[in-house]
C-alpha cells in the first residue's frame, strides 16, 4: 500500500503539472522543471504551477493527519475538520481581522485561524462532553452541527455591511490552492512540520486510548494529556492549512477512512498514511476541478465537498455513528 501509494502521489503530482486550461505534453512538462533556459509559455506554466502543486500537496497531508487525530481524541468516525465547526471557527476570526484589524497577510491569517480553531475545538468539545455519557459521537456531530450554523451566521453578520470584506472573503471561503505560493508554503512548512512531528510521535499512545479510558490507564497513558496534546497538533494542522487555502472539508474524513478500510485500525499506520491519502486527494481534486471549470477553474473546495457529502451520509446510514 505505502508503494502503491507513493506511486499515486507521483501521478498525481504530473497530472498537476501537466493538466489545466493550458494542456502541457511531455517533453514542455520535462522543459518546465529541468531545463531553466527554455523560456517558452508551455515551459512558464509548468514552472507556475510547481509552487500550486506543492502547497496543494502540504495542504492535503495536513487536512488527512488532522481528521485522523480528531478521530483518534474523539472517538468519533466521522470527526473532520469541517464537521465539528473547526474551519468555521477558523474562518470567524479571519473575518473579524479582516472587518476590524484590516489585516491582509498569510501570516496574519495563520494566528488568528489557529486562534478561532482552538476556540471552537474547545467550545464543541465542553458541549458535547456535558450530560450523562460524556462525548458521545452523536454529541458532538450535533454540537459541531450547531456551533457551525451559529459562527456562520457571525460570519454572515460582519460581512454584509461591510463589502470590501466581502470581496476579499468569498474567495478565500470557496476553499482554493490557487494562491498557494513559495511564500506561502514558506509560512506553513513550521506549523506543518510540528503538527506531523506530534502526530507521528502520539500514535502508538492513540492506540491505547481507542482501546477506552481505564484500558489506557492501566497501560499508564495520561489520557487527558494525551488528549490535548493530539488535538493541539490537529487544530494546529487544521487551522494553518485553513488560514492559507480556505476551509476546504471533508479531505480528513475522507482519507482516514480510506487508510482504515484497507490498512485496518492501527494509528502508527494511520496517521501518516492519511497524509499520503489527504495529499492525494486534493491534489486531483485541484485537477478535477481546473477540468471541469476550464478554460477558468471550479475551486477545489467545491470539488471535495461533492465527494464528501455523500460520503458522510453513507457513513452516518451504515456505521450508526458508532463510537472508534
Not at 504551477?49 to 488532522?66: D, E, K, P, Q, Y
Not at 492513540?206 to 496534546?229: C, E, I, K, Q, W
Request: charged share 10%.
Amino acid at each position: 500500500m505505502l508503494v502503491i501509494s507513493v506511486i499515486l502521489l507521483g501521478v498525481c503530482v504530473v497530472a498537476s503539472l501537466a493538466l489545466g486550461s493550458r494542456f502541457v505534453r511531455w517533453h514542455e512538462l520535462i522543459d518546465g522543471l529541468f531545463r531553466p533556459d527554455i523560456d517558452s509559455y508551455a515551459a512558464n506554466v509548468v514552472r507556475k504551477r510547481i509552487s500550486r502543486t506543492v502547497f496543494s500537496l502540504f495542504c492535503g497531508a495536513a487536512l488527512g493527519v488532522s481528521g485522523s487525530l480528531m478521530q483518534a481524541v474523539t472517538r468519533n468516525p466521522i470527526a473532520d475538520p469541517s464537521i465539528l465547526g473547526v474551519n468555521t471557527g477558523a474562518a470567524l476570526f479571519v473575518v473579524c481581522g479582516m472587518a476590524f484589524l484590516n489585516i491582509s497577510t498569510a501570516d496574519q491569517y495563520i494566528w488568528l485561524a489557529l486562534a478561532g480553531s482552538t476556540v471552537t475545538a474547545v467550545f464543541v468539545f465542553g458541549i458535547g462532553s456535558m450530560g450523562r455519557g460524556g462525548a458521545t459521537p452523536l454529541k458532538l456531530v450535533l454540537a459541531g452541527a450547531a456551533t457551525t450554523a451559529a459562527l456562520s451566521s457571525l460570519v454572515t453578520a460582519i460581512i454584509i455591511p461591510r463589502s470590501y470584506v466581502m470581496d476579499q472573503f468569498r474567495f478565500w471561503q470557496v476553499g482554493s490552492v490557487g494562491a498557494g505560493s513559495w511564500d506561502a508554503i514558506a509560512t506553513f512548512i513550521p506549523f506543518l512540520a510540528v503538527g506531523l512531528l506530534i502526530g507521528f510521535v502520539v500514535g502508538p499512545a492513540l492506540n491505547a486510548l481507542a482501546l477506552g479510558d481505564d484500558v489506557a490507564t492501566g497501560l499508564g497513558v495520561r489520557t487527558g494529556t494525551l488528549r490535548l496534546v493530539a488535538a493541539l497538533a490537529a487544530v494546529l494542522l487544521c487551522g494553518a492549512a485553513t488560514a492559507l487555502a480556505g476551509p476546504i472539508g471533508f479531505v480528513g474524513l475522507l482519507a482516514t477512512h480510506l487508510i482504515r478500510l484497507t490498512l485496518g485500525p492501527d494509528l502508527r499506520v494511520i496517521i501518516p498514511m492519511s497524509a499520503i491519502a489527504g495529499a492525494v486527494i486534493l491534489t486531483i481534486s485541484d485537477v478535477i476541478g481546473r477540468l471541469a471549470g476550464s478554460p477558468g477553474e471550479l475551486e477545489v473546495g467545491v470539488v471535495t465537498a461533492f465527494v464528501g457529502a455523500p460520503l458522510l451520509i453513507l457513513l452516518a446510514t451504515r456505521a450508526k455513528v458508532r463510537s472508534i
